[in-house]
């Protein structure tokens, strides 16, 4: 590939008031107005003052210009060039949306989730987000990896991640336990067998804050969301690290009739129930370096799994008390012989082990299943990657209330693009938002407009051109909601 004419030969000039770089903002924010996103915020965001004026106009403004491709305020011009105004209305300018965000206390960004809540309920429920059998491989050009559930379990993976800030204006900015300057957001994202994770609650908090804190209240919330969407018949099953081993956010899962899977911490109750196990109970399983032997059906692996009942918080009252199995993984310790050579060996001294509590039946799920099923938990970590590479590449505001909004406008922009996604093709219901903003949202258009009709005129040869339409023509006339 080359150029046409030498650069001398070509003359570029911003002229055309009729050309809009992202042409797929239109049945997207289509999407959006059906799924009541204005209307939402309209009733339920009530910032005061002329700056919370017209809420759901400029709350929609912010999601399109994320899905556009905003990741600072500054970035929202995008909205207002070319012919843009032909097909959108009200399209506010960066500074009016940036004094709209720094408004924001710490109860509007309670109602924003709340927002955030419902939107994905009503967009499930026009656009079968959670439940459709399309996409079930993943696209070619970077998508989100998604695990089977065990036997029809659906996934609520719970984890935090620090966002890099830079500058001492930052409310909230400090360093956590990665050493990197910034503020510490927590997210529960939504998997089912046949769907790519979506984001089903999230919190902004302080850099320097543990990873637990406030965990109770967004599983809590998490749980709630997932049961509206998929009902209370469903299972669930809960999954964090060992960051949130502890009574608030497991029994907030328990509560709302979740099973849990949360790696535990090596302490004393732990070791001693390991020591405990039957040394005829490991069985081996299928690993990073394992080999299946067809003559005898088994793996031929050196990781190993077994499990034993155990009792979470079994030191505490009784009330705080949780049933549930310890399942357990080794895998032989290289730095055995360096250990015993240092006086340490012990009964960790030939392996090293990896726990996880669980309350999942272990008729569903059992010893192998269950290791399996947990050691996916790190599929939210291509949500952390994805959001981090759109609009959470910035945290914009040095107000942490405007930057905790901005979060959670965020996840709606991820959310509504992930069902656009699913409208368009099943090679995108499951594909990275970059992957779909180059295929479906940033193409440019030309605006036409004859006997009151307006046309947009895409480029020829689109290679996305039958993905696009399919989008369009399913926003145009949409079915009747179905109940999510």
Not at 381 to 402: C, I, M, R, W
Not at 437 to 445: E, F, G, S
Request: hydrophobic share 45%.
């Amino acid at each position: 590939m080359k150029l046409s004419h030498t650069l001398r030969a070509t003359s570029p000039v911003f002229d055309d008031p009729n050309l809009v770089s992202a042409g797929g903002l239109v049945p997207v924010l289509g999407l959006a107005e059906s799924a009541g996103l204005r209307d939402l915020t309209d009733e339920h965001l009530s910032v005061p003052s002329d700056k919370g004026a017209n809420a759901g106009l400029k709350v929609a403004s912010l999601v399109g210009g994320m899905v556009a491709g905003a990741d600072s305020i500054d970035d929202m011009a995008v909205l207002r060039h070319g012919g843009m105004r032909r097909v959108f209305a009200r399209a506010y300018a960066p500074s009016t949306l940036g004094s709209f965000l720094r408004a924001f206390t710490f109860g509007h960004v309670r109602q924003l989730d709340a927002i955030a809540s419902r939107f994905l309920i009503a967009l499930a429920g026009l656009t079968r987000l959670l439940d459709s059998s399309a996409g079930s491989a993943a696209s070619d050009t970077g998508a989100n990896t998604v695990v089977d559930p065990g036997a029809g379990y659906a996934l609520l993976d719970v984890d935090d991640t620090i966002i890099e800030v830079h500058g001492h204006a930052k409310q909230g900015a400090g360093f956590g336990y990665s050493g990197v300057r910034g503020l510490n957001a927590l997210l529960a994202t939504l998997t089912t067998a046949t769907s790519a994770p979506v984001i089903v609650a999230q919190r902004l908090r302080k850099g320097a804050c543990g990873s637990p804190r406030g965990a109770k209240r967004l599983v809590g919330d998490a749980v709630r969301t997932t049961r509206r969407l998929l009902g209370t018949a469903q299972l669930v099953l809960v999954r964090m690290d060992s960051a949130f081993y502890g009574r608030g956010p497991i029994h907030a899962a328990v509560k709302g009739s979740a099973a849990v899977s949360v790696t535990v911490r090596m302490d004393k109750a732990v070791k001693k129930a390991i020591a405990s196990i039957d040394p005829e109970a490991w069985t081996t399983i299928e690993y990073t370096d394992a080999v299946f032997d067809e003559t005898t059906g088994r793996w031929i692996s050196r990781a190993e799994v077994a499990e034993i009942p155990f009792t979470a918080f079994a030191a505490q009252k009784k009330a705080d008390h949780v049933l549930g199995r310890l399942v357990v993984r080794r895998i032989p310790d290289f730095n055995a012989e360096k250990n015993k050579a240092a006086g340490q060996d012990s009964l960790f001294d030939t392996w090293r082990f990896h726990a996880f509590f669980t309350t999942a039946d272990p008729e569903v799920l059992d010893t192998i299943a269950a290791d399996k099923t947990h050691r996916h938990h790190a599929v939210i970590e291509q949500v952390h990657a994805d959001l981090k590479n759109s609009a959470l590449a910035h945290l914009p505001s040095g107000v942490f209330t405007a930057n905790a909004a901005w979060l959670v406008l965020a996840v709606i922009a991820f959310n509504l693009t992930r069902a656009a996604g699913t409208l368009a093709a099943p090679d995108l219901a499951k594909a990275t938002t970059a992957t779909l903003r180059r295929k479906l949202i940033t193409v440019p258009a030309r605006v036409a407009t004859s006997a009151r009709r307006t046309t947009l005129h895409l480029p020829k040869s689109w290679p996305w051109e039958t993905a696009w339409t399919a989008l369009f023509d399913r926003v145009s006339d949409p079915p009747p909601a179905h109940a999510a």
